[in-house]
């Protein structure tokens, strides 16, 4: 059976999409995104954009996102059917935003010269909606991809929505180059691009004394986490690793939940915990819940200092949807997944102090997030910790995706990130988004590594995507204009 053109189209588009996982971490293999959308750009402007932009998209997130099976199969005990049916959703779902991408780069666009301008355009309009409609999911964000390159300097004005313009913008210039009638406008947008990357700023670097952290990765598996039977193995595994660093370290750092109770209820091991603090001189940042004492409860970042009288604590503010809380027009969820936790989202500053240090506090997926790790840094924070618990995803790509977004807040804000995980990847990233210093994956041990505070402001922390959006209408109107001319 022959298949007409179309049909080999959406194929194409829907392999294409398949390989943009690879571009992204563990894989690495960035420069790989360029061909793909020039291929995928080749295929919008054939006919068809939106379902080849949908086609695109279902391959990128559906196939991408392969690893919530495993996930909710195992631990949200969903049969195989039905874990495979939510990724085959969320690929459904998040296909929308590339046919969005697709049907505007070709409805602005006109005729073929002005996609230099329309793709790129369209590209940061779908990566910024992304990040935001539906309280946003910006996995695998397509600006990560210019870290470890020499633009990413412009992530601090424009922050990660604002960097997809560049691998957009190059691989436009590049299809047109391939055309005929179009090779000038390609050589102009290979100029341009050229320009960015050259012109681009440098991020910033910290200031003053060089701190010490040590943070822990106790590798506590994720069946045993909650298993009370566990629980004494659990809290001595830190204590021991901690024991080890706490006299050369300025702060040690738990990750998210590391203790899997509510001290409040628990006087004898809330106690203890204050007796190892205090043994060891150094303040302590540990993940925990908090009741909130409504029936429900806060996951968040406390701050034990023993020079201190009280913890303190940070709460998470942008909670999982299906994993911390069932959306309130689905209520009948929680009679499927009867293990779904009932948080809800903290309301402070989201910084927590000690020894007179600022330290904003990005709870697991928080990190996904520029206007979390912003307000943070707008609430005086002059460091960002971002504690997590990614055994949700076995040895699956997702762990190392999540961290890549981590290194893009740094970047963003100014700020060193300082990333303790329970199972990896523990790191200490600088402002410009380098890995200082980094345990091996699914470890028990502790890292230690330098850090510096900064109070500085970058564009992006002092107008958020101001910029980026403003900049997105100043370049619109033109295209639009220049469109009709033509027309």
């Given at each position: ?11 194409i588009?829907l392999?294409?999409?398949a390989v ?5 971490s ?8 360029i ?6 750009l080749w ?7 939106f379902r ?5 998209g279902f391959?990128?997130f ?8 495993p ?12 874990a ?12 929308l ?5 697709a ?6 666009a006109?005729?073929?010269?002005w996609v230099?301008?329309s793709?790129?355009?369209a590209?940061v309009?779908?990566?910024?909606l992304r ?6 999911l ?13 633009a ?6 424009f922050?990660v929505?604002g960097m997809?313009?560049?691998?957009a913008?190059i ?11 179009a090779?000038?406008w390609?050589?102009l947008?290979?100029v341009?691009?050229t ?9 910033n ?30 809290m ?13 370290s ?16 628990s006087?004898?091991?809330n106690?203890?915990l ?5 043994s060891?001189e ?8 908090k ?6 409860a806060?996951n ?5 200092d023993?020079?201190q009288a ?9 909670l999982v949807?299906?994993g911390e809380?069932?959306?309130s027009?689905?209520?009948?969820l929680h009679?499927?997944?009867p ?7 903290a ?16 709870i697991c ?8 790790a912003?307000?943070?840094v ?18 699956t ?13 740094a970047?963003?804000t ?6 303790a995980?329970?199972?990896g990847?523990?790191a ?13 994956w699914?470890?028990k041990a ?5 850090f510096?505070?900064?109070d ?10 101001g910029p ?5 209408l100043?370049?619109?109107i033109?295209l ?8």
């Open positions: 059976m022959t298949r007409s053109p179309n049909q080999l189209h959406v194929l588009a392999a294409l999409g943009m996982p690879f571009t992204f563990p894989y690495d293999f960035a420069w790989l995104a061909p793909v959308l020039i291929g995928w295929l919008i402007c054939q006919g068809s954009a080849m932009g949908y086609a695109f391959g990128w559906g196939f991408g996102a392969w690893w919530l099976a996930t909710l199969h195992t631990f949200g005990h969903l049969p195989w059917v039905m495979a049916f939510c990724v085959m959703l969320v690929g459904a779902v998040m296909a935003l590339p046919a969005l991408w049907w505007l780069t070709v409805k602005s006109g005729n073929t010269r230099l301008v793709f790129p355009l590209a309009a779908s990566e910024w990040g935001h409609i539906f309280t946003g910006p996995w695998t964000a397509l600006g990560n991809l210019m870290l470890d390159t020499p990413i300097g412009w992530a601090s004005w922050g929505y997809a313009l560049l691998p913008l691989a436009a210039a590049l299809l047109l180059l391939l055309t005929h009638e090779k000038k390609g050589s947008g290979l341009l691009a320009a960015l990357v050259v012109l681009a700023p440098q991020p670097t910290g200031e003053g004394p060089v701190y010490q952290a040590a943070l822990v990765q106790a590798n506590i598996p994720q069946d045993k986490k909650w298993d009370s039977a566990f629980l004494n193995e659990t001595f595994r830190y204590a021991g690793l901690s024991d080890n660093v706490a006299q050369t300025d702060i040690i750092i738990w990750p998210e939940a590391a203790v899997p109770f509510f001290l409040s209820r006087p004898r091991w106690a203890w204050g007796d190892q603090i205090t060891w150094t303040p302590l940042l540990f993940g925990g819940l009741l909130t004492g409504d029936s429900t806060n968040g970042l406390f701050a034990h023993p020079l009280e913890r303190q604590f940070a709460g998470k503010q942008h949807p299906f809380y069932v959306p027009w689905i209520p009948f009679a499927l997944v293990e779904i936790a009932d948080f809800r989202p309301e402070d500053t989201g910084v927590v102090e000690a020894r007179g240090i600022q330290y904003g506090a990005l997926y928080e990190s996904l997030f520029p206007e979390q912003r307000f943070r707008e609430n005086g924070a002059q460091v960002l910790v971002n504690v997590t618990n990614d055994a949700w995803y076995g040895t790509p997702a762990a190392w995706q999540h961290f890549q977004a981590a290194r893009m807040r970047v963003e100014g700020r060193y990130v300082l990333r995980a329970n199972t990847v523990s200490v990233i600088s402002p410009d988004g380098k890995v200082l210093a980094s345990l091996p699914w470890t502790a890292l230690q590594g330098e510096q505070l900064s500085a402001r970058t564009p992006f922390v002092r107008w958020g995507d980026l959006l403003i900049t997105l100043l370049l619109f033109p639009v204009r220049g469109r009709r001319k033509d027309d």
